[in-house]
Structures are given as C-alpha cells and as structure tokens.
Nanobody
Framework: QVQLVESGGGLVQAGGSLRLSCAASGRTFSSYAMAWFRQAPGKEREFVAAIRWSDGYTYYLDSVKGRFTISRDNAKNTVYLQMNSLKPEDTAVYYC?????????????????WGQGTQVTVSS
C-alpha cells in the first residue's frame, strides 16, 4: 500500500503562484511514476503532469507547459507541482496519483493510488 498526502492548495489571484506537495509513504519503492490530475466542477478529471522516479523525466498537459513544473525529491518521497501564472481556468481540486507499472499514462484509470485532493482556486 502507498499513502499519498497533498498540501499547498489555496486561493490565489490570477497571475499568482502556488506550490503543491505530495508526500508518499508505505511501499514507495514499488512506484514507477507520480502524476498530478485535476478536476474542476462539472468536468472530468484531467491529467496535468507526471514524472518518473528513476530519471525525473516529465510530461505535461499542453495548456500548462511553461507555467507548471513537476519535480521530485527521492529522499523525501515527495513530488511537487510549482504552478506559476495561474489562470481562473486552473481552478480545480488537484490530486496526486501513483503508478506502479512501467510506463507513464495520461489516463487516471492507469494509476494505482490517489491522494485526497487539495483545492486550488484562482480568482480573476
């Protein structure tokens, strides 16, 4: 089992920044990649970014490229999402997710463990 705990959400004005953290505990040695997803009210959950534990290779949703940065601290078993130049359309509950199998997927069903989510609200 892997437990994931997100933190760092909040209310910010458009153009502002937030950094989300996701701390993993439990059988973390079996994890292949971590990802951030988000879900806005009335919308499906969507992929935001992912990172491989082994080499730090990253993947991003096109609309966040250049604004968001995913990173990891292997020693702390923690993944971060630095979000800059935030827009009202970034408002959502952000979830971190853990994938045990080899390969990085953009599909939420392909992830094995999930955090409880953290709310990000961007005001215009």
């Amino acid at each position: 089992q892997v437990q994931l705990v997100e933190s760092g959400g909040g209310l910010v004005q458009a153009g502002g920044s937030l950094r989300l953290s996701c701390a993993a505990s439990g059988r973390t040695f079996s994890s292949y990649a971590m990802a951030w997803f988000r879900q806005a009210p009335g919308k499906e959950r969507e992929f935001v970014a992912a990172i491989r534990w082994s080499d730090g290779y990253t993947y991003y949703l096109d609309s966040v490229k250049g604004r968001f940065t995913i990173s990891r601290d292997n020693a702390k078993n923690t993944v971060y999402l630095q979000m800059n130049s935030l827009k009202p359309e970034d408002t959502a509950v952000y979830y971190c997710a853990d994938r045990l199998r080899v390969g990085v997927s953009l599909t939420d069903q392909e992830y094995d463990y999930w955090g409880q989510g953290t709310q990000v609200t961007v005001s215009s």
